[in-house]
């Protein structure tokens, strides 16, 4: 590991320089400098979501490649702060550094990690991050971390670990059929708000049926985002399946001549072997 520092650090250096040239007012990109905080908001999700593709692909050059472009996104915000005098990368790099350290005290300091399961681990973490917030996992509300998830998570995450949370604290259906009736009485409230021109009222329905499916997926087992994933990349493959038996735009063909060209792609794709299928 000491070997490879120094040459880490050099690396590290070259682009934290790299991109203070791209900011730099005197002959920087207009893009670059042209950018926000909040500009870059979209590209640090997309950079996120593009990091976890590539951990699903197994691919290490592209996972190394994915991760380059997260970093530059960290970088770049902290270029952006340091020009407006608000903090430095050293200090992003000092600050979690210092927080690991003191979210470990199993590593860093007297208790010994051997002595010490993953329960209690997450249990400490817990602990000393509410102390950092002058709260304590006592004192804290359980809402106040549903919030934070609302708030900061992707939605369709905060919702799972929102009735996750509030089902541990006994928040929950008694059993599986419960939620069930409450799947078919959202969706029947959703309908009935069609019949109105509340473009909220149909919105806030349509969020109630997805919350509810997030809890049906919980009481199975089933993660919601990964069953998502899964079906977006099955639609793209058959579509691109019917897109390449069209030998004419696919607005000339009619609904039920594409649902016939939709069904023989979902037989053809569904007797290739899951690894091809990933690749089509």
């Given amino acids: 590991m000491s070997q490879s520092l120094p040459s880490t650090l050099v690396a590290l250096q070259h682009l934290i320089e790299v991109v ?8 920087g990109c207009p893009w670059d400098l ?10 640090v999700i997309e950079e996120a979501y593009e990091v ?4 699903h692909s197994g691919d290490p050059q592209a996972i190394a490649e994915e991760l380059g472009d997260l970093l530059l996104q960290v970088v770049l915000q902290a270029q952006i702060a340091q020009d407006c005098q608000q903090f430095s990368l050293q200090t992003v790099a000092q ?10 005290p199993h590593v860093f300091g007297d208790a010994r990690a051997e002595m010490i399961d993953i329960d209690q681990v997450r249990e400490t973490w817990e602990q000393i991050k509410a102390q950092e917030k002058g709260e304590s996992l006592e004192t804290q509300t359980l809402s106040s971390r549903l919030e934070r998830y609302a708030r900061q998570l992707p939605p369709l995450m905060a919702g799972f670990k929102i009735s996750q949370k509030a089902a541990a604290a006994g928040f929950e259906w008694e059993n599986v059929a419960g939620v069930w009736e409450k ?13 109105t021109d509340d ?3 149909q919105q806030a329905e349509l969020g109630d049926i997805l919350f509810v499916v997030i809890n049906l997926a919980r009481w199975y087992g089933l993660d919601p985002e990964a069953a998502l994933r899964e079906t977006n990349h099955r ?13 004419r735009p696919m607005s000339d063909y009619s609904p039920a001549e594409l649902e016939v060209r939709w069904q023989r792609a979902k037989a053809q794709l ?11």
């Fill in 235 to 247: 639609f793209v493959q058959r579509f691109a399946q019917v897109e390449q038996g069209c030998d």
């Fill in 183 to 195: 799947f078919h009485e959202e969706v029947g409230e959703f309908e009935e708000s069609l019949k």
């Fill in 199 to 201: 473009k909220a009222h």
């Fill in 95 to 104: 600050g979690v550094a210092e927080k690991l350290i003191r979210r470990h």
């Fill in 20 to 27: 203070a040239r791209l900011r730099s007012p005197e002959g």
């Fill in 270 to 280: 569904a007797q290739l072997p899951e690894s091809t299928q990933e690749l089509n």
């Fill in 34 to 43: 042209a950018q926000t905080p909040q500009t870059l908001i979209p590209y």
């Fill in 52 to 55: 976890v593709d590539a951990l």
